[in-house]
């Protein structure tokens, strides 16, 4: 996502100062909740940080690289887009006032061809809340048809007021989680510093959240196939699952993972319905990135699919040791 000195154009009257403007120490800092009803250790996790860096390069909290150059919230992921369907619900983090609504962009990447222009409502569906003392929350890329809130309504804390969309600015559904005071972006994992990093920073999240925010440097999202190279890249961005590949050209197994490193390796299985190995393939990697898709596949062979179902496994390893692996499961009909 855009930074929201871009995004705030969508609403005429917030003002919002670069992200990396200094934060007022005096004020009375929020406690925050997790503005998301998932499980963070199987379901959902962080895709970026907010980019505390002041220069063009990144830099999130932690000394990481888990953000892009001005970034100036927090994006909460669904790992499979497939789960998009289930409605996965956004809570507000704190108690308050809302103060803008809106609700009718569609859900669609923004890589798709067929997305429609944006101009300046980057932000897609979204919801603004006032905290009071200059605080206000907002919550970005909310599914349409989803907000349960009107512009003007109290709001307890944890109180539901949307679900993870795909609208606005966004390639895959997840939330865009900013904090600002007085106009001022705060970033909520470290909020007495506008740049630089450390092990140890001022949380802005309460005691229950911040248990659950620990920080990862890696995480393997999901996994599946395809029938072509194109379809393995754009998979993540897709909320329905092809339930059936007709006799392919080619099966393609991929996975996608957040956080990956200069010299990890991904490991690509694929077994047939007799559960066969049919395809095992290494790639090692030799530069980080935020996010990558990996696949490997192989051509229909002459003898044609034996139609059942394939599994895939994917795994990558750090240091000869396996740190994520995910399995998926295509029905394939054969001749």
């Keep these: 996502m855009l930074p929201l000195a871009v995004v705030a154009m969508a609403w005429a009257n917030v003002v919002v100062p670069p992200a990396h403007a200094a934060p007022d120490t005096q004020a009375t800092p929020l406690q925050l909740g997790l503005p998301v009803k998932c499980d963070m250790t199987r379901d959902c996790s962080i895709q970026k940080y907010v980019d505390r860096d002041a220069g063009p390069e990144r830099l999130d909290y932690r000394c990481g690289t888990l953000t892009t150059n001005g970034h100036d919230g927090v994006d909460f992921r669904i790992r499979r ?36 222009a944006l101009g300046k409502r980057l932000a897609g569906n979204a919801v603004v809340i ?112 092809t339930p059936t590949l007709v006799n392919p050209d080619t099966l393609i197994l991929w996975g996608v993972t957040s956080g990956i490193q200069s010299g990890d390796v991904e490991k690509f299985e694929i077994y047939d319905p007799k559960r066969g190995v049919i395809l095992k393939r290494e790639i090692h990697i030799n530069k980080n990135n935020l996010q990558r898709v990996g696949y490997a596949g192989m051509r229909r062979p002459p003898q044609g699919w034996i139609s059942g179902e394939y599994v895939g496994k994917y795994l990558l390893l750090r240091d000869g040791k396996i740190i994520g692996e995910l399995s998926s499961i295509q029905s394939v009909m054969g001749n």
Aim: net charge negative.
């Design 81 to 116: 887009s497939s789960d998009f369907g289930k409605n996965i619900p956004v809570a507000a983090a704190a108690a308050g006032t809302v103060l803008r609504v809106r609700d009718t962009m569609p859900d669609i990447s923004v890589k798709d061809p067929a997305a429609p």
């Design 130 to 241: 006032s905290h009071g003392d200059g605080w206000v929350t907002q919550y970005s890329h909310l599914k349409r048809g989803s907000i349960r809130v009107a512009a003007g309504e109290h709001i307890g804390k944890g109180a539901i007021i949307g679900a993870i969309g795909m609208s606005g600015n966004a390639e895959f559904p997840h939330l865009h989680f900013e904090v600002r005071h007085k106009d001022e972006t705060i970033d909520p994992f470290a909020a007495d510093t506008s740049e630089g990093c450390t092990q140890q920073q001022t949380s802005l999240w309460d005691e229950d959240t911040t248990s659950i925010l620990t920080y990862k440097a890696t995480v393997t999202l999901f996994s599946g196939f395809s029938a072509t190279v194109s379809q393995a890249l754009t998979g993540y961005q897709k909320t329905i699952k």
